[in-house]
């Protein structure tokens, strides 16, 4: 991909959820609900602050991070559905779970 988000900006590629519940009732494609985690694919240099001085993103390319159900702009890049959004729509990084491609 060739894409670099500006200052504080993060994309993001959506990690589908189960199609199945703990119970194995399966989950038709019509009633699920887009998942609220994904992977940061890409992330900006950071946002200038005061003194004009650019501070880093606390996230980076790889992190599962968790993010609000409306958050993002939803963009097509080489095919792929994407969201970018700014870092403080993250809520937050899930630490301790590798994310499979």
Known sequence: MNFRPLHDRVVVRRLESDTKT??????PDTAKEKPQEGEVVAVGPGARN?????????VKAGDRVL????????VKLDGEDLL???????????EGVAVSA
């Open 50 to 58: 005061e003194k004009g001085e650019i501070v880093a993103l606390d």
């Open 84 to 94: 970018i959004m700014k870092e403080s729509d993250i809520m937050g990084v899930v």
């Open 22 to 27: 703990k119970g194995g009732i399966i989950i």
């Open 67 to 74: 993010f609000g159900k409306w958050s993002g702009t939803e």
